[in-house]
């Protein structure tokens, strides 16, 4: 069973520019969810998607952020326009409907915004 | 509000020695906590998971977690360290929410990296 990926794997951008990233999850799960690792902190919940339907997106930090989840598969996240503060790793999970509790982690992008 | 706290920013463990990876929670209700660790440049690896049962917990790589209801904590564990253990494990708490379909995001402790020396 192929794990989640996520696009690029390393992003570098300059201030002002828009980036998009791009998250597969694993196939037949409903849930997917966005997180970020800002500086060396904590990883931070953006938002959540149940199919296609944004079920909370309490985390997204301000409007240059822009996800969606075409079809209930793969989701994007757009930043636009690209802060220095946007810097660090976004991760991207998935979990199956049922088995809700154990989400499974792409690998992440590396964002770096100059 | 609901949070995880990992008290150590840095193990230092000697190979074949005992680890542990502090955590303690803040959660109303029952928790469900998880462990997950990163590799370098790798994404996060499901480890454990507590939901409800046994105390202990037994995981991936010969990893086992103690849930302690009374200290809110879920401590990591493993008997005899490797090199190759070396990495960062953050604990997580899985937010239920208030309404069934919402909840389920991770709010995560700051990360404990373990270093493991031969």
């Known amino acids: 069973e192929a794990g989640v990926t996520q696009f690029p794997s390393h992003s570098v951008i300059e201030k002002g520019q828009t980036v998009t990233l791009r998250c597969d999850p694993i196939?037949?799960?409903?849930?997917l969810y966005w997180y970020r690792r800002v500086m060396g902190k904590e990883i931070k919940f953006l938002l959540h998607f149940v199919k296609e339907s944004k079920q909370d997106e309490s985390g997204m930090p301000n409007n240059r952020f822009l996800a969606e989840r075409t079809g209930g598969t793969y989701s994007t996240l757009k930043v636009q326009p690209a802060e220095l503060e946007d810097s660090g790793v976004y991760f991207c999970?998935?979990?199956?409907?049922?088995?809700?509790?154990?989400?499974?982690f792409g690998p992440g992008t590396r964002l770096l915004v100059l | 509000a609901q949070s995880v706290a990992q008290p150590e920013d840095q193990v230092n463990v000697a190979e074949g020695n005992p680890l542990t990876v502090k955590c303690t929670y803040s959660?109303?209700?029952?928790?469900?906590l998880f462990w997950y660790v990163q590799y370098p440049n790798r994404g996060l690896q499901f480890l454990l998971k507590?939901?409800?049962?046994?105390?202990l917990v037994k995981g991936s790589y010969g990893f086992e977690a103690e849930f302690n209801k009374s200290q809110t904590s879920f401590h990591l564990k493993k008997p005899s360290a490797l090199v190759s253990d070396s990495a960062l494990y953050f604990c997580?708490?899985?937010?239920?929410?208030?309404?069934?379909?919402?909840?389920?995001?991770?709010?995560f402790g700051q990360g404990t990296e373990l270093s493991v020396k031969p």
């Open positions: 999970a998935s979990s199956q409907r049922e088995r809700r509790e154990t989400q499974y």
């Open positions: 959660v109303s209700g029952n928790p469900y």
């Open positions: 196939s037949g799960h409903d849930n």
């Open positions: 997580a708490v899985r937010d239920k929410g208030m309404i069934y379909n919402q909840g389920g995001k991770l709010i």
């Open positions: 507590y939901i409800t049962g046994d105390n």
